[in-house]
């Protein structure tokens, strides 16, 4: 498989612009996430305070994601990025001041972390539904999807790595320097954009109905409803095994900052590995299979991390683990998108941010709570044994798609409208 194929996607102006100034901004954006989570443990020695950060910073996500996903559906999706990004750099300059000042608390993180789970409930709805509006072919939305995947934990491999050496040699407030300047990058891109008009959607309508449009959308659809339902089960049970990483490093492996570093550098490896394997598929199809296979390859990882307690077997076991999330991520994603309307996208794309970043916040809850009782370890290994039974109990509802993603972009989407009115006509609802 040759590389121009795995990166078809970048023949597309826009979409080459977006992949630049995102791939340099999420290198901010893990270094901030990983510093943050170090300040907040280096502060409080606390695994449950770990969990509550967590859950305050991810729980306006969960919130603010529908009105997020009504406002993509109504308004230019460029615009609302450039005002997300431009907001989320404010807050990174927050925390940087606050800690070059000697002043930073954990309430301070508290809020300030607040006030970015917001800024990403109206920022995930768009960014997501607005990859479509930068690739002219539709058969490129699976390389697209993955692609921005591979941006993701590319960073992850690299912006973690690079906080473990900053922390040590300077402390966490360059970090949130770092971060901040990097947005810069993603709001030239999107500047330098062309893009053709869009017609605007009419406000007349309640945000409450049109929200309530798209559940019912999605509800209507057993593969959508199933794919939604497991990612939100293993949010909830498995991903969270990020707030406990600094707990792993430092009480589990007896490491510092570094081992941190490497050790969520790792996950991020096996992440990007996934994400390049989907970038190389030659199309959609069978993308269904691998939505439950991924969920058990997490949860497996997980259950191996928990017996570990030696660093450089934890080295080998997390790309597993980075590798299994990601796969369900973004095969998900991609699931999601091909099924979905045009006009309806934006509202689908907030219950996926919803399922993933809306339930994480309770997931850190779970984590640090379990965490401060039985431990990381047994927490990683509940954890993974229940990620393994959803994905089982799941497999079935979202292996309904196997007819749909095989026929062409678009055609999914009316069989999808066409079993929702069937279902309209059976209830008697509207």
């Known amino acids: 498989m040759s590389l121009a194929f795995t990166f078809r996607a970048l023949q597309y102006r826009n979409y080459r612009l977006f992949f630049i100034g995102q791939g340099t901004s999420l290198v901010g954006t893990w270094m901030q996430r990983v510093a943050t989570a170090w300040l907040v443990y280096r502060l409080t020695g606390s695994p449950v305070l770990l969990g509550v950060v967590g859950f305050v910073s991810q729980i306006p996500t969960f919130l603010f994601s529908p009105l997020g996903g009504v406002a993509a559906d109504r308004w230019d999706k460029k615009n609302i990025l450039l005002v997300t990004q431009a907001l989320a750099m404010a807050q990174a300059l927050a925390l940087a001041v606050l800690v070059a000042c000697g002043a930073i608390t954990v ?27 930068m690739i002219q072919k539709r058969e490129d939305l699976g390389n ?17 790595s690079i906080t473990g050496i900053l922390i040590a040699a300077a402390g966490e407030g360059v970090c949130f320097f770092v971060n901040a300047a990097s947005y810069a990058t993603i709001i030239v891109a999107l500047l330098a954009m062309k893009m053709e008009p869009k017609k605007e959607r009419s406000a007349a309508t309640h945000v409450v109905r049109d929200f309530s449009e798209g559940f019912k959308y999605i509800y209507a659809s057993v593969p959508m409803r199933s794919t939604i339902a497991l990612l939100a089960l293993v949010s909830l049970l498995g991903m969270s095994y990020q707030v406990l990483m600094p707990v792993i490093a430092k009480a589990v492996l007896g490491g510092g900052p570094h081992t941190l570093g490497f050790l969520m550098g790792a996950a991020g490896f096996g ?4 994400a390049l394997f989907l970038a190389s598929r030659r199309s959609n199809h069978n993308v269904w299979k691998l939505i439950p296979a991924s969920a058990v390859l997490f949860g497996a990882g997980l259950i191996a991390v928990s017996f570990s307690r030696n660093f450089w077997l934890s080295l080998l076991l997390f790309p597993v683990v980075g590798c299994g999330m990601m796969i369900q991520l973004a095969s998900s994603n991609t699931l999601l998108q091909v099924l979905t309307d045009d006009e309806k996208r934006g509202r689908v794309m907030a219950f996926y941010a919803m399922a993933f970043f809306g339930m994480t916040p309770f997931g850190s809850l779970f984590a640090g709570g379990c965490a401060g009782t039985l431990g990381a370890p047994r927490t990683l290994f509940a954890g993974g044994v229940l990620c393994i039974l959803s994905a089982l109990a799941l497999a079935r509802g979202i292996g309904r798609a196997e007819n749909l993603t095989a026929q062409p972009f678009g055609k999914a989407s009316r069989e999808i409208a066409r079993e929702i009115e069937s279902a309209k006509e059976a209830t008697g609802t509207l």
């Not at 697209?144 to 973690?160: E, F, Y």
């Open 107 to 133: 309430p301070w993180i508290i809020a300030l972390n607040a006030c970015l789970g917001i800024i990403n409930g109206f920022d995930v709805a768009a960014r997501q539904s607005f990859v479509i509006e």
């Open 144 to 160: 697209a999807i993955a692609l921005n995947s591979s941006l993701v934990n590319g960073a992850r491999l690299v912006g973690p």
């Open 271 to 274: 992440a990007l590995g996934g």
